[in-house]
């Protein structure tokens, strides 16, 4: 980079043989060194318990990028790429060992960047043995990944144990949803048009459906999986945030805190799901055998080391409701789930009817104009309206049309990142911006942890749904009792 303001740093990744790092980090890093984002002194310590070196690592990383990496490795690209890559024995279960950083950090040339790659449980001790190891500055920054706790609870746990050692303007907490192209355009498609701000409250918009659809299962993570749910895992982290994109106030500035005070005050205006209305504002589900993409799967309880008398949820449709005067009776639904038709993650802008049809030749009723914004697998944003059939004919006669801003298809020349490659690259530039506060986790988990509190105390159990549908009949009868049906 020639921008001076960003300065090199040592990015040191804990759980460095790990999953995450294998298949996202190390391919993220690799694609930000071919595009030439990265600063060129700027160096990656990988840290885990596995006796190796240097040359063991990059012979690791090596066999990673072939196995994970979509393009053809680049032979000058890897010879830097490789060059940065450096490797530390250290069990993290032990304080003394942090102690051998000191044989590669290097404060006076670069910020240290500490990415914590591995279960929460194991924070802790990172953090009692950085401290106790004397490196960390008040310049050093630490990410997280998700997830931070399973509840309100031992997410405060958590974050009380990290602010013992890092300051909350050094630590980056990740949900990789908000690196993608998409989600920040929401920014640019709400506060930089007209057409949108000034029509993006109750007046003008009807109700607002969220999706993220998985066509994969549970992946070996059977264990790991049924104790958190799908609620948990997806829904109290990736489709909040962008419901808070979606709902929030237009923020002073795009500096992260006046970003994250909007989004709070989203997450504090949520009605809260209780006992008393958890049966009509949510719907469980857990998948069986089906098929996916044409081929047959196994059903969850029938998935390799499942336990038969799972109650856990891999499908949540919900009704969300924010108390304030821009959404006030302006329903948003939330759908997620595991094993579903196909791979899918969008938002649908439904806006209210117009109140008089004069075209009742073409259509009884109206249908609505739409603002759709994938974000998986093609990002783009897609309006649909409603215009006239070219003809002389004497009747005149309209259909929707569709108004399509694909991302590759417009902007070509421009690289479109991934959601992890953006993130890691804030992260070591030090912009807080696209992570987020502790606070926006808190209030988050308050407002899941009622949902599965009530959810404990009803006799309701998922209900079953093929692998390959959309879901439970019971979530599209969600938007059917308000008159509405899920888009696709």
Not at 9 to 21: E, M, N, Q
Request: aromatic residues 10%.
């Amino acid at each position: 980079m020639k921008d001076k303001k960003f300065k090199p740093c040592d990015l040191v990744i804990y759980g460095a043989l790990g999953d995450l790092t294998r298949r996202k980090l190390l391919i993220s890093l690799y694609r930000l060194e071919n595009a030439g984002l990265l600063e060129p002194d700027t160096r990656i310590v990988g840290v885990d318990r596995h006796p190796g070196d240097s040359a063991f690592y990059i012979d690791v990383a090596h066999k990673s990028l072939q196995q994970f990496l979509n393009e053809r490795l680049d032979e000058e690209v890897w010879k830097r790429f490789s060059s940065r890559l450096n490797y530390l024995q250290i069990d993290l279960t032990r304080m003394e060992q942090y102690q051998r950083l000191h044989e590669v950090i290097d404060q006076q040339q670069r910020v240290m960047v500490n990415y914590f790659a591995v279960a929460p449980f194991l924070f802790k001790n990172i953090c009692q043995g950085l401290d106790q190891s004397g490196i960390l500055t008040s310049k050093s920054r630490m990410v997280m990944e998700k997830p931070i706790g399973h509840n309100l609870k031992s997410s405060i746990e958590i974050n009380d144990e990290v602010a013992k050692v890092f300051g909350e303007n050094q630590v980056y907490r990740i949900d990789h949803y908000l690196g993608k192209e998409t989600v920040l355009n929401l920014l640019a498609l709400r506060f930089a048009n007209s057409i949108f701000t000034t029509n993006w409250n109750h007046n003008t918009i009807d109700h607002i459906q969220i999706t993220v659809g998985e066509d994969i299962g549970i992946e070996g993570r059977w264990e790991y999986f049924d104790k958190t749910g799908q609620l948990r895992d997806m829904l109290q982290n990736h489709l909040l945030q962008i419901l808070t994109f979606i709902a929030m106030e237009p923020p002073a500035n795009l500096e992260a805190e006046s970003i994250h005070n909007e989004k709070i005050k989203v997450l504090k205006a949520l009605r809260p799901i209780t006992a008393k209305n958890v049966d009509e504002k949510t719907v469980r589900g857990q998948y069986s055998a089906g098929y996916v993409n044409r081929k047959p799967v196994p059903g969850y309880l029938e998935e390799e080391g499942a336990n038969t008398d799972s109650t856990t949820e891999t499908f949540v449709a919900l009704r969300a409701d924010i108390d304030n005067w821009r959404w006030a009776d302006v329903p948003f639904y939330l759908r997620t789930g595991k094993r579903m038709h196909s791979k899918r993650t969008e938002i649908v802008v439904y806006f209210k009817r117009v109140p008089h049809n004069i075209f009742k030749d073409s259509y009884l009723r109206l249908p609505p104009n739409k603002l759709v914004i994938h974000l998986q697998p093609n990002e783009g944003v897609e309006i649909e309206m409603l215009n006239k059939v070219p003809g002389i004919d004497e009747n005149l006669k309209i259909q929707k049309t569709k108004l399509d801003l694909s991302f590759s298809e417009t902007f070509k020349k421009s690289r479109i990142f991934g959601g992890y490659e953006k993130l890691v690259l804030e992260a070591m530039r030090g912009n807080p911006t696209l992570f987020l506060s502790r606070e926006e986790i808190e209030q988050a988990w308050t407002w899941i942890d009622s949902i599965q509190n009530a959810w404990a105390k009803s006799p309701e159990k998922p209900k079953p749904y093929q692998a390959g549908t959309w879901g439970p009949i019971a979530s599209d009868l969600l938007l059917d009792r308000d008159g509405r049906a899920w888009e696709g």
